[in-house]
Nanobody, 120 residues
Framework: QVQLVESGGGLVQPGGSLRLSCAAS????????MRWYRQAPGKERELVAG????????NYADSVKGRFTISRDNAKNTVYLQMNNLKPEDTAVYYC?????????????WGQGTQVTVSS
């Protein structure tokens, strides 16, 4: 049974930090690209950051560059999102996603999300 379980969300003041975790099970984690998305109320889900299967390649949305860092530990089947200097506009539900592509096909798995609220 495939599972992605996010944790680490919560309420934080502007300028604060949070570290999100996404624990994976039920598939070969090290074969999958991992991404973090977020969705704010009334807005579309947007890509925040991604990391390659081996961890050597990373990319970020312009809005979080220099503040957020994505990392993974393939031995622990976990991907992380370190979020620093948080802003009210970072408030959203954060989701992790696992992607595997093989030719024209592949698999996508989503977690259930964790709420991040940035407010004073």
């Amino acid at each position: 049974q495939v599972q992605l379980v996010e944790s680490g969300g919560g309420l934080v003041q502007p300028g604060g930090s949070l570290r999100l975790s996404c624990a994976a099970s039920g598939f070969t984690f090290s074969n999958y690209v991992m991404r973090w998305y977020r969705q704010a109320p009334g807005k579309e889900r947007e890509l925040v950051a991604g990391i390659s299967s081996g961890g050597g390649g990373r990319n970020y949305a312009d809005s979080v560059k220099g503040r957020f860092t994505i990392s993974r530990d393939n031995a622990k089947n976990t991907v992380y999102l370190q979020m620093n200097n948080l802003k009210p506009e970072d408030t959203a539900v954060y989701y992790c996603k696992a992607e595997f592509r093989s030719g024209p096909g592949g698999y996508d798995y989503w977690g259930q999300g964790t709420q991040v609220t940035v407010s004073s």
